[in-house]
């Protein structure tokens, strides 16, 4: 792959339809899940690239390719919260139609992790984030987020490319048992959750929604010391992820996932990520 002669006119034609990936790292973890890269820029390639032969040689040559050198104004111009790394690029959106069909292929070898009218977009990026770590088979959002706005691409350091990431509907949600986190619900410590859960995690305000809640097979709640009000949205699915790899043992699914890189209020809260 070779660096575009002009960068600048390539990036303001894809802009409006790509995926803003803002950062080293979030460049990074896309290339590793086979991206479509269209365009990266940054204000310093020896930097850049030296950044790559130290944390990620895997995809250094893919960089050296790929990266054009811009001025300091112009990537500040291209970004609306310009990346400590400074570097940023365009990448072609998923198939939705792909995503779809990987959410609702049974069995699954790990659970789709649905976020029921999350609002906080940092949040949700931590938790794709998260999800992609443990090998989840996808994370939905339901509700007006946008799982694919630059702030939440930002949030995941570029790991929406390592599942199947998907705004849907309550009534669209993948097929499987669904769990629900909720405070009046089970004791986690008590279940075992198997790899086609559907887990399913309240808006950081005001929890589950009724259509969610109607459609739940099993509310399940984490522990928590008395008069503590909640947990911050990312630590509850992290909480969660972790019980169900541990109590089903789903390393294969961890470790396929790591190969390929290369490398309720209650139940939730609203503190940012």
Aim: glycine share 8%; no cysteine; net charge negative.
């Amino acid at each position: 792959m070779t660096a575009l002669t002009d960068p600048l006119s390539v990036w303001h034609r894809l802009a409006e339809t790509s995926v803003l990936l803002d950062g080293f790292h979030a460049l990074k973890h896309a290339l590793r899940f086979q991206a479509q890269v269209r365009v990266a820029v940054t204000t310093d390639r020896r930097a850049a690239l030296a950044l790559a032969e130290e944390l990620a040689p895997d995809v250094h040559d893919t960089l050296d390719g790929l990266l054009a050198e811009v001025t300091e104004a112009t990537y500040r111009s291209l970004v609306p919260r310009p990346h400590p790394t400074a570097v940023a690029a365009l990448a072609l959106r998923p198939s939705r139609d792909a995503h779809l069909r990987q959410l609702a292929h049974l069995p699954r070898r790990a659970p789709v992790v649905v976020l029921d009218n999350p609002r906080n977009l940092g949040n949700a990026g931590a938790v794709i984030r998260l999800a992609a770590g443990f090998g989840a088979s996808g994370v939905v959002t339901t509700g007006t987020l946008d799982p694919w706005h630059p702030t939440v691409v930002r949030g995941g350091a570029g790991l929406h490319f390592a599942t199947a990431v998907e705004r849907l509907t309550v009534a669209e949600l993948p097929p499987g048992p669904l769990f629900a986190l909720d405070p009046e619900g089970e004791d986690i410590r008590g279940l075992k959750l198997p790899d086609d859960a559907v887990l399913a995690f309240g808006s950081e305000r005001s929890g589950l929604s009724a259509e969610l809640r109607e459609r739940t097979d099993h509310l399940v709640s984490l522990p928590m010391r008395p008069q503590v009000s909640s947990y911050n949205l990312a630590t509850s699915v992290a909480m969660t992820l972790f019980h169900w790899s541990a109590t089903v043992g789903a390393s294969s699914a961890t470790r396929g996932a790591s190969s390929a890189s290369g490398g309720a209020p209650s139940a939730t809260g609203d503190a940012p990520a």
